[in-house]
């Protein structure tokens, strides 16, 4: 019985070898039963995962010119645009039961500007120590804490920008956050939904397959 050889198998000279991590050629007979396995598997893996992103990515191409030519067509046809505010859609089928939604984010940095509100705000919490306000403090510290990857947590800073406190130091603080923000593009989510009835709850066409 032939021995089924590996895909990432290297001839030479007639015998096989596989490249480790270090880019040595280590002779077949020498690796692992188990190391075998493991690259087999995830090899086989990773072909089927680039064939369904490359559809993936086709189909959201596919689904964007679809859109395109539609709304085209229903402003021919109505003498003006359709869409939301940035370009937000909302598609649904006659009977209720299917819907696309069409999602404009813009995309934003923090600016210098953000150095100076948190001199302002660390003034602010620091005259207020006495009178606790726990919940601010915890609120400041998340929006603060840059990320791994360099990030300000932004969920956490628009949650700060809602926090109603008349101290002018601490306005100026919040404007000089507002004046940090700087757009710089956007991206386009498409988003699908389906339901068995149409008085029934939405449920997501999952694509993403960290949620499936």
Avoid at 82 to 104: H, I, P, S, Y
Avoid at 137 to 153: L, P, Q, T, Y
Wanted: hydrophobic share 45%; charged share 30%; glycine share 8%.
């Amino acid at each position: 019985m032939t021995e089924k050889r590996p895909p990432a198998a290297i001839d030479v000279g007639g015998r096989l070898y596989l490249r480790d991590a270090k880019g040595n050629l280590v002779p077949l007979e020498a690796v692992k039963a188990a190391d075998l396995l493991i690259d087999e598997t995830v090899r086989c893996v990773l072909v089927r995962a680039r064939e369904l992103s490359a559809a993936i990515a086709a189909f959201k191409a596919d689904t964007s010119d679809q859109v395109q030519a539609l709304l085209e067509l229903l402003a021919q046809q109505y003498g003006a645009p359709m869409g939301g505010k940035k370009g937000n859609l909302t598609l649904t089928t006659f009977d209720g039961c299917e819907q696309l939604k069409v999602q404009v984010s813009d995309q934003f940095e923090f600016g210098p500007e953000l150095q100076a509100a948190k001199a302002l705000i660390d003034e602010c919490l620091k005259e207020w120590a006495s009178d606790g306000r726990p919940e601010i403090r915890a609120i400041v510290n998340r929006a603060f804490s840059v990320e791994k990857e360099g990030h300000i947590d932004r969920a956490a800073m628009f949650l700060l920008l809602r926090v109603e406190i008349t101290d002018a130091r601490w306005r100026r603080a919040m404007d000089a956050i507002r004046d940090s923000m700087r757009v710089t593009g956007s991206k386009v989510y498409t988003r699908l939904y389906e339901r068995p009835t149409g008085d029934g709850a939405w449920k997501g066409v999952t694509l993403d397959m960290a949620s499936a």
